[in-house]
């Protein structure tokens, strides 16, 4: 099992993402269609002007061959304990099914970090607390095991570039590679970053003045191949359980 969390700024975006994608499973404190939902959340996340990244946007995802362990109810009672693991179960959330009954089956939830005492829910050590969480649900559900190792870190070729512009452009495609595990997806978070898409028989990217770069240019791992390879289960099982702290953390 794979899990994501990322704090967001475009509520609205994600919501009518996850609903035009997929099927609201369930809710918590707020009603209707992603509109509706909007509208419920924004009020709550208004309490508090500070906090820009006032949205979480969860991804969770099982094994293709877990196919069909999982019934929406579970999935539901999975997402509560999600909330309850970090923080936010008494905030108003959606949850969303996407590509049901298939090897890609999973979640999302979009939650509001803002709670009643006008705090957002903290959003440090995700990585880790996503692991925790996923060996606990494996486990429960009798899921496909993954066990915790320490990969070495191995070296890969860097380019010496002079463009100023492309640190900020390959810093958000890493994020936008962090939070998806699709294509669809990785192009919904560049687009909400500024970031145009172009897909032909290779990928290239257009920054918000315009310039458009190849993203082999950019660094060799993101070219076509590089990205669908990055976003693979397989990859991505092994980057969200790869170990680089110098210390054990405590639950």
């Not at 509109?35 to 508090?48: C, H, L, T």
């Not at 606990?136 to 070729?157: M, S, T």
């Not at 990859?235 to 210390?247: C, G, V």
Request: hydrophobic residues 30%.
């Amino acid at each position: 099992m794979i899990a994501k969390l990322q704090s967001i700024p475009y509520l609205k975006n994600a919501l009518e993402y996850c609903e035009r994608g997929g099927e609201l499973l369930s809710t918590n404190k707020c009603i209707g269609n992603s509109f509706d939902i909007n509208a419920q959340m924004e009020k709550n996340n208004s309490m508090n002007d500070r906090c820009v990244n006032h949205t979480f946007h969860i991804k969770i995802r099982i094994a293709p061959e877990d196919k069909g362990k999982l019934n929406a109810q579970d999935w539901i009672d999975i997402s509560n304990e999600y909330a309850k693991k970090f923080g936010f179960q008494d905030n108003p959330f959606a949850i969303y099914m996407h590509e049901k009954d298939s090897g890609k089956e999973h979640i999302h939830i979009v939650a509001s970090r803002i709670q009643s005492n006008n705090l957002a829910v903290k959003d440090n050590y995700t990585h880790y607390r996503n692991m925790d969480f996923c060996r606990d649900i494996e486990k429960k559900y009798n899921l496909r095991r993954v066990k915790r190792v320490l990969e070495a870190v191995k070296n890969q070729e860097i380019f010496i570039r002079d463009d100023k512009r492309i640190p900020p452009l390959e810093k958000k495609i890493e994020s936008a590679i962090k939070q998806s595990d699709s294509f669809e997806d990785f192009v919904f978070h560049l687009k909400n970053m500024g970031i145009k898409t172009k897909k032909g028989r290779g990928v290239g990217f257009t920054d918000e003045k315009g310039v458009y770069f190849k993203g082999s240019n950019i660094n060799r791992k993101y070219s076509l191949k590089g990205i669908e390879k990055l976003l693979s289960y397989e990859q991505q099982e092994k980057q969200m359980n790869k170990i680089n702290r110098p210390f054990p953390f405590k639950r």
